[in-house]
Structures are given as structure tokens and as C-alpha cells.
């Protein structure tokens, strides 16, 4: 009999990669323990370290091995499915009403205590976020609405703390009945009257909840105006979650943005956008790297994507059906889901199916030393 077919994909720098050259140095970088389990789910990501199974192709016999993932929300190879997860689920929750993009950021100032407390800081940036949009709400009589999302990071793996939301253009009234906020949709609040407000509300918030951390940053956070954004709205509604979608599950950096990886540096791209996105490359240590990657691991069990107001979980299982119904919202048919079918990437025509589990312990040993092409297996 033949041996297997070497169908293989071209290798690719990896932030695996990076921690694979750091090695034990990474114990030098003053990590904490949740940052250093972390990157070692990261390290060991579709690796024989977290067993696997092999498939076999029923046309063309090839054999080929596929590791288990870490599942971790922070590993670049693990996204994709969970966000397409997350986009299915919130499609059925639209309205047919106007949607902003809105982008509350905290200033450099309060970096420092990001990294002692990054808990706190988050906590207050979400709470001062809709705290802000619930009382412009509050004065056109509505209760209004938020899905926000935390992004920690600039392009280049700085501190970059910042939240992604989509808000609708409008509300619920107190007889459960939508009212937008303007008849055009074409605006939501003025920009300038949120970010004086929303500053006002987190420096508040923080005075209350750490007075003495307060004293010590309140220079930086009122010596400078703070930035809300707010993007006209979407084309359609059913163009917001694929939109939001491409935030839910980012991380600091994907896989594909590296360029190369040596015995002391990683090279990757970034975008600077105070030069109009002007696409850069950047060189740092691996020690670097790795720091400023570990600067964007959030806090075990912190919550990142968060719902607010008519959009929150309770409200929606209650009422959003009701208002769904005066919208006239047509009820969407769920489908179940067909079984997936894997496709060869050898021959690409023949289907693969699993022929063995293996667990941390790695594969046989009748595979790694070489193992055979199988004739057509049909189960």
C-alpha cells in the first residue's frame, strides 16, 4: 500500500510562534497568573497538547491529523465560529429602525490605572457609556437602547480602551410604543453635548468608587476634551450585526497582520489612522510583543460584550416580541442546522471522516512514523 498523501497548508507566523521562541524568558515579563494560563492556551492551540482526532478522506484515502482548540476568547485562531454564532443570534432580534455606530473612548490619562485595575476602569467605561445615552433618552422620553463592546487596543498593541456600540436611532415609550428620535433618522445627539456628558459621568463614577485614584488622575482627565464618535446609519438593519460582528470577536492582533518572526523580533502591519490609515509595519522583541499582547488579556470571567436598556436580555424576552408585532416585524423560521460536511482539502471532492480521537497524549505511533494511504473509507 501507498503511504498517505502530504497534503499540508503553507505555514504562517503565528502568536503561538512568538511564544514558542520566548520559551521560559516569558516568566521575566511580570505577567500575572491569569495572563500567563492564558497564553499558554494561546501556545497550545491546535497542538498535540490538547489531543486531536485524524479523518480520512472517502475518495482519495488521504489521512490527516486536526489538533484541538483552546477555545480561549483571546486566541486569534478561535473567533471565526463564535462569531458567526453570535451574529445568527442576534439577527432575529431587528428592527426596522435606524442604527448608529457609537464610539466612546477613555483618554491616555487613565491608562496607567487600566493596567493596575483594569476591572474597575472597564466597569466604569461601560457603566459611564450608557449611564450617558440612557439620559439623553430619558429627555426625549424613551427608554433607549445599547449593544456595546470593549475593545482594549490601538493598531500597534498600545492601551487603547474603547467601546463599540450600536444604538438605535430611537426608543421604547412608556406605552411600550417605539418613537424615533428625529423623523429623518439621520441623527442621534450631538456629539459634543455626549462627550462633555459622558466624561462628567465616569470621572463621577470613579471619584465614588475610588476617591484617592481619582485624586491622582484628575489632572489627565479633565485637562483635555474626550472624543465621542457617532457614524450615520447603517443601509439596512439587517447590515448592523453582520457590521458589529467584525468587533465582537476581534483580539489585539490576528495572525494574518504578522509578517515575520526571527530569533529576537516580530515584524507585523498596522494601520495609522493619525496619518488616514496609512498602512505601517512595525519591529518589536519578542518580550515586547508578548507584553503589549498580554496588556489586551481582560480579567478572568469579565464580560466584554454587554446589552442595555430595551436591547438587554430580560427586556427582550419579555417585550421585544410585543414591539416586534407592532412593527410589523415578520417572525423569522428558524432552520435547524445540518450535520457540516468536511471537505478533502487534498482532492477537494471526497468527504472526511473521523477515523480516531487521541488525547493530550498525542497520536499513534503507526501515524507519526509515516503512516498509510487508506483505501475509500465510507462509514
Given at each position: 500500500m501507498s503511504h498517505k498523501v502530504a497534503c499540508t497548508e503553507p505555514s504562517r507566523s503565528e502568536v503561538a510562534h512568538v511564544l514558542e521562541k520566548l520559551g521560559t524568558k516569558i516568566e521575566n515579563l511580570g505577567l500575572n497568573t491569569w495572563q500567563l494560563r492564558t497564553l499558554s492556551a494561546v501556545r497550545r492551540c491546535r497542538t498535540a497538547a490538547l489531543g486531536g482526532h485524524i479523518d480520512a478522506c472517502d475518495s482519495c484515502g488521504n489521512i490527516s491529523i486536526s489538533y484541538n482548540s483552546c477555545r480561549n476568547r483571546h486566541c486569534p485562531k478561535c473567533q471565526g465560529k463564535n462569531r458567526e454564532d453570535w451574529?445568527?443570534?442576534?439577527?432575529?432580534?431587528?428592527?426596522?429602525?435606524?442604527y448608529f455606530h457609537v464610539v466612546f473612548t477613555l483618554p491616555e490619562g487613565i491608562n496607567p490605572l487600566a493596567i493596575k485595575d483594569p476591572r474597575l476602569v472597564y466597569n466604569l467605561l461601560f457603566e459611564s457609556a450608557w449611564a450617558t445615552l440612557k439620559t439623553f433618552g430619558v429627555r426625549k422620553e424613551i427608554q433607549s437602547g445599547m449593544i456595546a463592546v470593549l475593545h482594549t487596543w490601538?493598531?500597534?498593541?498600545?492601551?487603547?480602551?474603547?467601546?463599540?456600540?450600536?444604538?438605535?436611532?430611537?426608543?421604547?415609550?412608556?406605552?411600550?410604543?417605539?418613537?424615533?428620535?428625529?423623523?429623518?433618522?439621520k441623527y442621534l445627539y450631538n456629539v459634543k453635548a455626549l462627550s462633555k456628558m459622558y466624561r462628567g459621568k465616569f470621572?463621577?463614577?470613579?471619584?465614588?468608587?475610588?476617591?484617592?485614584?481619582?485624586t491622582r488622575v484628575k489632572k489627565q482627565l479633565w485637562e483635555k476634551s474626550w472624543v465621542v464618535f457617532a457614524k450615520k446609519p447603517f443601509g439596512n438593519p439587517n447590515s448592523v450585526v453582520e457590521y458589529l460582528g467584525r468587533y465582537t470577536h476581534k483580539i489585539a492582533i490576528s495572525n494574518n497582520r504578522i509578517?515575520?518572526?526571527?530569533?529576537?523580533?516580530?515584524?507585523?502591519?498596522?494601520?495609522?489612522?493619525?496619518?488616514?490609515?496609512?498602512?505601517?509595519?512595525?519591529?518589536?522583541?519578542?518580550?515586547?510583543?508578548?507584553?503589549?499582547?498580554?496588556?489586551?488579556?481582560?480579567?478572568?470571567?469579565f464580560v466584554k460584550i454587554r446589552h442595555y436598556g430595551f436591547l438587554s436580555s430580560n427586556w427582550k424576552r419579555e417585550k421585544l416580541k410585543v414591539l416586534q408585532e407592532k412593527l410589523k416585524v415578520k417572525p423569522q423560521i428558524k432552520v435547524a442546522k445540518e450535520s457540516k460536511i468536511r471537505k478533502c482539502q487534498c482532492c477537494k471532492t471526497g468527504n472526511l471522516h473521523t477515523i480516531l480521537i487521541f488525547d493530550q497524549r498525542g497520536p499513534p505511533a503507526w501515524y507519526l512514523g509515516g503512516g498509510q494511504k487508506l483505501a475509500a473509507c465510507k462509514n
Open positions: 451574529i445568527q443570534a442576534r439577527q432575529s432580534e431587528l428592527l426596522p429602525v435606524p490601538g493598531q500597534n498593541l498600545s492601551l487603547h480602551p474603547h467601546l463599540h456600540c450600536i444604538v438605535p436611532g430611537g426608543g421604547v415609550d412608556k406605552d411600550g410604543n417605539w418613537k424615533s428620535i428625529r423623523a429623518d433618522g470621572c463621577d463614577a470613579l471619584k465614588q468608587r475610588d476617591p484617592d485614584q481619582y509578517k515575520s518572526i526571527d530569533d529576537q523580533n516580530v515584524s507585523f502591519h498596522y494601520k495609522d489612522y493619525r496619518q488616514n490609515g496609512q498602512r505601517k509595519s512595525m519591529t518589536l522583541t519578542h518580550e515586547e510583543f508578548i507584553r503589549r499582547f498580554a496588556m489586551h488579556i481582560l480579567p478572568k470571567g
